[in-house]
């Protein structure tokens, strides 16, 4: 009985040693993007000359706050992963569940002001687009932080 059980553990051991590897692997990959889109970014900085408007230095502020953002995911991925941690629990995905929620439904609004905007400031569209997808990124972010700390109601 004991020598099953044994076995039986082992397998399980095993399992959850597999899911953790699979698990760091998609730590990694969020450092990767991050590194990937700083990369472009300064590319795309060092081709202008730094001849920088307020508009381009401000996409590149909000740019830096979400690496960062992702960075801080990715380390503490990494940490719960070292730690042993199951990778998604109940609360992680309510929390990730309630922020995509909130986001997308405050990201309609802000699209609705972006097409408020842009007949009475004259930008590019490429600047509208870039300045929405980032306001998006950054909207999912506070209120992945914000339901992170608050804890999601009913819980």
Not at 21 to 39: C, D, E, G, Q
């Amino acid at each position: 009985m004991i020598n099953k059980f044994f076995i039986l553990l082992s397998i399980s051991n095993f399992v959850l040693e597999i899911f953790n590897i699979t698990y760091m692997k998609k730590s990694i990959l969020i450092f990767v993007v991050s590194a990937m889109v700083l990369a472009t970014t300064a590319l795309w900085i060092f081709s202008t000359g730094l001849n920088l408007s307020k508009a381009e230095i401000m996409q590149f502020v909000v740019i830096l706050v979400v690496v960062v953002f992702a960075l801080y995911l990715g380390i503490m991925r990494f940490k719960s992963a070292k730690r042993g941690e199951p990778a998604d629990d109940e609360m992680t995905k309510k929390v990730l569940k309630s922020s995509a929620a909130a986001s997308y439904y405050i990201s309609l609004y802000l699209w609705l002001i972006i097409l408020y905007l842009k007949d009475r400031i004259i930008l590019d569209m490429e600047v509208w687009l870039g300045m929405g997808i980032l306001g998006m990124a950054v909207i999912w972010a506070l209120t992945w932080v914000f339901y992170h700390f608050r804890g999601v109601k009913g819980e």
